[in-house]
């Protein structure tokens, strides 16, 4: 049974509600549904889900691009309605021919509604029972998207409850909207690998507590002796880090503090290229195949003077092919690409070519926007006024870089600190990252470099206990921003991902930067969502914290292949704060939307 | 060489202008007349209109945070009842009409342009496009739920004042509580103080970066003083109104203070 049935316009009037259903939702998940997905460019999803306290619906939706108008159907999750589909398409329908733009209500409309509500749930009855006579199996195909949930479901409450394992298998858990193909081989097969990998995880658990005890004892036989960890240079006779003199070292300092005004503060000089629209038109012309290129340019010139009626999925889809491919040179992710290319393509069914327009413009255009849309950010990304903020609160603001090995974490960290300290904030960096060697000696030397305090405790610590400790520190001494290194950890590294939510959770920080390198193509789907998906549930709390801002490396290395930008915001929802954009200390600057989705569309 | 050229060119020049005047004969003189006096007659009321445009505008813009009630608001402007109730806008509403509670008027009064532009954080460049041509700029404030979203509403806020072209233009700005039907909901007054406050501290952040940071293209208030709204070259007023209930009288004062009927 439906729950309920809207009609509304684009510019958010409603127009028709069904009075039969008269339940009162609870929650607002169609103000959800158009914030996290319709506006996210996720509209080429199947459905939303929605949860509230007491409830989990599902919603469907359909547009009417050409009257600007968006039918929406919600029902609850654990039914299993075959027939919204049909019956969207149906309302929509009917309801275009009654639509009127001067009108907002629509009291005739609850008699057509019903008669094609029968219908539809009649048509449903009689598929059910032609499926379940045929094969039994199939219908369980149907269901699988509802079945997907549920079983994400009961995961992670399991995950919740046990803090056990059990939730790492689930790929195609996407998250909340759900992708048309639904993988029914997981449910199959979904017990034998979840015992395999119970038997693994058990096994790799006692080998690392083995590994770890001998590393330990044998560092212990031979350096313990030499280590000093106090910040005085003077006894470092022993330290292999510095060869220069104390000289060398005053050098340095003097040069660090030269180094002018970081790249943040510089305005970006966007060359126009606006008179290489025409060349982009008709590179994308010849991007089309040769055979169709000689009708396609006809037909598409005698169309763009006579305006056609409506747009086709089949029209959009040589204009949208051309324009992923062009994307996928740009080094977005394949998956990125085509879901945007389908929310476009949903946005612009249907819609009427105005004259004088042809189909690739049109699309380029929307695509255009939708870009624009999905990298601006959602919310303030003005890093100085949530430290000036906190300043008032008298806490420090609490930064945690994290990331896959070998982004620039501790170099960018470096970066950060350098120009925060240019606008007057008083920076400390915490070295939580006790794994790799030499990385407390690296931001040891930006430390003494840039002249600002440096927190550490060593190696082979628990980095949640020392990035506490770092905090505890900073509000001592009265430092207003607190920058805290973690180790590079592959984003399937289960343990190390515990470790990590550990820390996060252990210490509240105000921003997790997500640290990724711009040279990545595909993995950086992988990368982010499966950060995002363990921290969400490796968590112990109930509201974990998720990656709140992305910084981006290596910018400079790559030319105009910026896809990577696109990918991870798309996937995160998270803004990009900072790009980094060479290895000294002023290469850091913001990331330009408009500049971006020039590089990417040309 | 040189003046051979100069005198080939003369020549040649001399030759066309006779063949031009031969031509010109041809034409009876009332057609040619009447050509000319068309022309210049397009022209001077292209000069016309161009100049008029700029002068009168009635565009009121209706701005704010996502679910302060500007769709509402806008309804009830139009049609002098909310509907159905409304979703979160994706798309900007337009329409130019007579406000509702003026329809009853007797004789001939001018309609507004108004535009309800969508608060969602995304959608923000819309505003831009209308602020040129706006009269007058209504930003609505949830006056239920101010607190949780003072920052973001004085961020939105401040961005609005510092724009070049609310500067240069002087167009005034409404700051308008919404929601005031319900019990809890805060006054103008402490309104208009939290908003002063927190934009005061917000000029002190957002001077201490660069120009490139933010498009912040002007700067607020006196440097020194704590910032008050009577301190901008535009001006600000604050008023109380509820969409829900249709109680729009200071919003359509406002209106018909700035678009002339």
Redesign the interface.
């Known amino acids: 049974m439906l729950e309920q049935l809207?009609i509304?316009t684009?510019?958010?009037?409603?127009?028709?509600?069904c009075k039969e259903l008269g339940n009162a939702l609870r929650g607002s998940p169609?103000?959800t549904l158009?914030?996290s997905c319709?506006?996210e460019e996720r509209s080429g999803a199947a459905s939303f889900n929605y949860d509230a306290p007491g409830t989990a619906y599902t919603l469907k939706w359909t547009f009417h691009n050409e009257l600007?108008l968006?039918f929406v159907a919600v029902y609850q999750r654990i039914l299993h309605l075959l027939y919204v589909d049909d019956l969207l398409a149906m309302v929509k329908r009917e309801f275009s021919e009654i639509y009127d733009p001067k009108k907002?209500?629509y009291s005739d409309f609850d008699d057509i509604f019903r008669q094609l509500r029968k219908e539809a749930e009649a048509r449903a009855e009689e598929i059910k029972k032609a499926k379940q006579v045929d094969k039994p199996v199939s219908n369980n195909m149907g269901n699988d998207s509802g079945d997907g949930d549920d079983n994400v479901k009961v995961r992670k409450l399991e995950a919740h409850s046990k803090g056990s394992f059990v939730a790492n298998r689930n790929a195609p858990a996407k998250g909340i909207a759900n992708g048309k193909e639904n993988g029914s081989s997981n449910n199959g097969a979904f017990d034998v690998n979840k015992l395999q990998k119970l038997r693994a995880k058990g096994g790799k658990k006692t080998d690392t507590i083995v590994n770890k005890v001998p590393k330990v004892e044998t560092k212990k036989k031979i350096t313990k002796k030499n280590r000093v960890w106090d910040d005085s240079p003077k006894e470092s006779k022993l330290d292999f880090t510095d060869p220069v003199s104390e000289n060398g070292d005053e050098n340095i300092q003097i040069v660090a503090a030269d180094e002018g005004e970081s790249m943040?503060?510089?305005?970006?000089i966007i060359s126009s290229e606006s008179e290489s629209e025409e060349d982009e038109d008709e590179e994308a012309e010849k991007g089309t195949k040769v055979e169709t290129k000689k009708k396609g340019w006809f037909s598409s010139m005698f169309q763009s003077i006579a305006g056609k009626a409506n747009l086709e999925k089949a029209d959009l889809e040589p204009a949208l092919r051309a324009l992923k491919d062009r994307l996928m040179t740009k080094n977005v992710a394949e998956e990125i690409a085509e879901k945007l290319c389908e929310s476009v393509a949903a946005s612009l069914e249907g819609k009427k070519l105005g004259s004088f327009t042809r189909i690739s413009s049109t699309v380029q255009a929307a695509m255009e926007e939708a870009l624009?849309?999905?990298l601006?950010?959602?919310?303030?990304i003005?890093i100085?006024?949530d430290v000036?903020?906190s300043k008032e609160q008298r806490k420090p603001y609490v930064v945690v870089f994290v990331g896959v090995n070998g982004v620039g974490k501790s170099t960018n960290l470096a970066k950060v600190a350098y120009w925060l300290q240019q606008?007057?904030v008083n920076v400390m960096m915490a070295a939580c990252d006790t794994f790799r060697s030499g990385a407390v000696e690296q931001l040891r030397t930006h430390a003494r470099r840039l002249q600002i305090p440096i927190f550490e405790k060593g190696y082979e610590k628990d980095p949640a206990i020392v990035a506490k400790e770092a905090i505890q520190e900073a509000t001592r001494n009265g430092s207003d921003v607190v920058l805290v290194d973690t180790a590079g950890r592959m984003q399937d590294n289960e343990p190390l991902m515990r470790a990590l939510s550990k820390l996060i959770h252990v210490n509240s920080p105000d921003l997790v930067l997500f640290v990724g390198e711009a040279l990545v193509g595909n993995d950086a789907v992988d990368q982010l969502s499966k950060f995002n998906q363990k921290l969400g549930e490796l968590s112990p709390s109930a509201s974990p914290r998720l990656i709140d801002g992305i910084l981006l490396t290596k910018f400079d290395t790559i030319d105009d292949k910026v896809g990577a930008a696109l990918s991870m915001v798309y996937i995160s929802g998270a803004p990009v704060m900072f790009v980094g954009c060479g290895q000294s200390y002023t290469d850091l600057k913001?990331l330009n939307v408009k500049s971006i989705v020039k590089t990417l569309l040309k | 060489m040189d003046a051979n050229k100069a005198e080939q060119l003369k020549a040649e020049l001399q030759q066309w202008f006779n063949q031009a005047e031969l031509l010109i004969r041809r034409i009876p003189p009332n057609q040619l007349y009447a050509a000319v006096g068309i022309v210049l007659l397009t022209v001077f009321l292209f000069v016309l209109v161009r100049v008029f445009k700029r002068t009168i505008s009635n565009t009121v813009v209706l701005t704010g945070l996502?679910?302060s009630g500007k769709?509402i608001l806008f309804?009830q402007l139009r049609?002098g009842s909310s509907?159905?109730?409304?979703?979160?806008?994706?798309?900007?509403?337009e329409s130019i009409f007579v406000l509702h509670s003026e329809t009853s008027k007797k004789g001939k009064i001018k309609p507004v342009h108004v535009v309800?532009v969508?608060g969602?954080?995304?959608?923000?460049?819309k505003l831009d496009e209308f602020l040129p041509q706006a009269a007058g700029v209504v930003f609505v404030v949830d006056a239920l739920e101010f607190l949780p979203n003072s920052?973001?509403a004085s961020?939105y806020l401040y961005d609005i004042l510092t724009k070049a072209s609310v500067v240069k233009k002087k167009i005034p700005l409404l700051i308008l509580c919404n929601k005031v039907d319900k019990v809890t909901a805060h006054t103008k007054e402490f309104i208009r103080k939290q908003l002063e406050k927190e934009i005061d501290?917000?000029r002190?952040?957002?001077t201490?970066?660069?120009?490139?940071?933010?498009t912040n293209e002007f700067t607020l208030g006196v440097p020194g003083e704590t910032f008050a709204f009577s301190q901008c070259r535009n001006k600000v007023t604050v008023a109380e109104a509820s969409g829900l209930t249709g109680d729009i009288s200071q919003l359509e004062q406002f209106i018909r203070e700035h678009v002339k009927p």
């Not at chain 2, 969602?120 to 460049?125: A, D, N, Q």
């Open positions: 809207l509304f684009r510019g958010g009037l409603i127009l028709w509600t169609i103000d158009i914030r319709l506006l600007g968006v907002t209500v943040m503060d510089k305005e970006e624009v849309r999905i601006t950010p959602r919310r303030s003005d100085l006024r000036h903020a606008h007057d913001k | 996502s679910g769709t309804y049609d509907h159905q109730g409304t979703v979160t806008s994706m798309e900007p509403n309800d969508p969602h954080s995304r959608l923000r460049s920052r973001a961020e501290k917000l002190a952040s957002r201490a970066l660069s120009a490139a940071d933010i």
